[in-house]
């Protein structure tokens, strides 16, 4: 039983100020503190795709660990279908646990090698018990297996016997296994070869036009992103920097980190607004263990000045973006500017 009803105001998933902070070993000088997580806000609609992008060691896997209660955050909320799961005990956390799912990154180390791919499709019922009778699981396992693009035959198959593109759609059947509200695709192509890479992303939504699942993705590929994200959600160590509708964001950034990251992308994805001008970024990136003050992202930023160094900025709506856009930027880029730098570029 769902624990409550979602409306269509109500998003399927809501973070508020999520803060998530690890202690880390330093040598003979004891431990210092890493903040992963220095809260974040993010929202989910039903039936949509939220993009999570950013460099590696941004925070992007311990949001999804905390949006998965892998990990609990520090401070912040989480509300899924209005309700708090890490409130959540016994049956009750049993049942959301049902209904928010992962697809793994490793196809090839994601599977157990002693289980068939019906029995590892099947292995959730074991917990979930009164989802599938006990008599039907087997003929489920293969609906399953089929519904992702395999053949019935392939049921019987160990996961040695797939190649790495059948290895993911396996793990994405076991994903749908327990009928999820929310799956949570964390680099879920990374390891496959191009080709493969677009067979598994219309795969997923072809899914959800089907299933009306809702998909967190996370990726630090931008052409990936694009292609399958309604909204998109760009992280700088720890914090969003940039959230709005995907077009929106990809063809007018307001942050300058979005602008450096799109600029940085092969030409096919800026098909659509013309060429845009690289941006070259100075400096490395600071470590996460001693993040620079104020923004975290100005020792980078061609647009820094005194204030950017004493004041974090706030996730607030973009004056001049379209709806939903949202910046955190005391100098943010000009949508006007972007426009024109995309189709005014010399040589």
Same mark, same amino acid.
């Given at each position: 039983m769902t624990e409550a009803v979602? &409306?269509?105001?109500?998003?399927?998933?809501?973070? !508020?100020?999520?803060?998530?902070?690890?202690?880390?070993?330093?040598?003979?000088?004891?431990?210092?503190?890493?903040?992963?997580?220095?809260?974040?806000?993010?929202r989910l609609q039903r039936g949509r795709t939220l993009g999570l992008v950013g460099e590696s060691g941004c925070g992007k896997s311990t949001l999804a660990r905390v949006l998965l209660m892998l990990e609990r955050p520090d401070a912040g909320s989480v509300r899924f279908c209005g309700t708090d799961p890490f409130a959540l005990r016994g049956k009750r956390l049993l049942a959301w646990r049902r209904r928010v799912q992962m697809v793994f990154q490793d196809p090839f180390a994601?599977?157990?090698? !002693?289980? /068939?791919?019906?029995?590892i499709v099947?292995?959730?019922?074991?917990? %979930?018990? =009164?989802?599938v009778p006990p008599g039907r699981r087997a003929a489920r396992a293969r609906e399953l297996l089929e519904m992702v693009g395999l053949r019935a035959g392939d049921a019987r198959k160990y996961p040695q016997e797939f190649s790495g593109g059948q290895r993911q759609r396996i793990g994405i059947a076991r994903a749908l296994a327990l009928e999820p509200d929310l799956i949570v695709c964390d680099e879920p192509v990374s390891?496959?070869?191009? /080709?493969?890479?677009?067979?598994?992303?219309?795969?997923? &939504?072809?899914?959800?036009?089907?299933?009306?699942? /809702?998909?967190?993705? #996370?990726? %630090?590929d931008l052409s990936v992103v694009r292609h399958v994200a =309604?909204?998109?959600?760009?992280?700088?160590?720890?914090? #969003?920097?940039?959230?709005?509708?995907?077009?929106?964001?990809?063809?007018?950034?307001? %942050?300058?980190?979005?602008?450096?990251?799109?600029?940085?992308?092969p030409s096919p994805l800026r098909a659509g607004a013309g060429r845009r001008e690289r941006i070259v970024l100075a400096g490395e990136i600071p470590s996460p263990l001693d993040p620079p003050s104020?923004?975290?992202?100005?020792?980078?930023?061609?647009?820094?000045?005194?204030?950017?160094?004493?004041?974090?900025p706030e996730l607030s709506a973009a004056t001049d973006g379209g709806p939903g856009q949202s910046v955190a930027c005391h100098f943010p880029l000009r949508a006007a500017a972007q426009a024109v730098a995309a189709t005014d570029v010399r040589g």
């Amino acid at each position: 039983m769902t624990e409550a009803v979602t &409306t269509a105001e109500e998003p399927l998933l809501e973070a !508020r100020g999520l803060t998530r902070t690890f202690r880390v070993p330093r040598g003979a000088s004891g431990s210092t503190r890493l903040r992963a997580l220095d809260g974040v806000d993010l929202r989910l609609q039903r039936g949509r795709t939220l993009g999570l992008v950013g460099e590696s060691g941004c925070g992007k896997s311990t949001l999804a660990r905390v949006l998965l209660m892998l990990e609990r955050p520090d401070a912040g909320s989480v509300r899924f279908c209005g309700t708090d799961p890490f409130a959540l005990r016994g049956k009750r956390l049993l049942a959301w646990r049902r209904r928010v799912q992962m697809v793994f990154q490793d196809p090839f180390a994601a599977l157990n090698p !002693r289980l /068939s791919a019906a029995e590892i499709v099947a292995e959730p019922w074991r917990t %979930h018990r =009164d989802l599938v009778p006990p008599g039907r699981r087997a003929a489920r396992a293969r609906e399953l297996l089929e519904m992702v693009g395999l053949r019935a035959g392939d049921a019987r198959k160990y996961p040695q016997e797939f190649s790495g593109g059948q290895r993911q759609r396996i793990g994405i059947a076991r994903a749908l296994a327990l009928e999820p509200d929310l799956i949570v695709c964390d680099e879920p192509v990374s390891a496959l070869d191009l /080709s493969v890479q677009a067979q598994v992303l219309n795969l997923l &939504t072809d899914l959800q036009g089907e299933l009306g699942v /809702s998909y967190l993705f #996370i990726s %630090h590929d931008l052409s990936v992103v694009r292609h399958v994200a =309604d909204e998109v959600a760009v992280m700088y160590l720890g914090r #969003i920097a940039e959230y709005g509708p995907t077009e929106q964001v990809y063809g007018a950034p307001r %942050h300058p980190y979005t602008a450096a990251l799109l600029s940085a992308a092969p030409s096919p994805l800026r098909a659509g607004a013309g060429r845009r001008e690289r941006i070259v970024l100075a400096g490395e990136i600071p470590s996460p263990l001693d993040p620079p003050s104020g923004c975290r992202f100005r020792t980078r930023c061609p647009r820094a000045e005194e204030t950017c160094a004493s004041a974090a900025p706030e996730l607030s709506a973009a004056t001049d973006g379209g709806p939903g856009q949202s910046v955190a930027c005391h100098f943010p880029l000009r949508a006007a500017a972007q426009a024109v730098a995309a189709t005014d570029v010399r040589g």
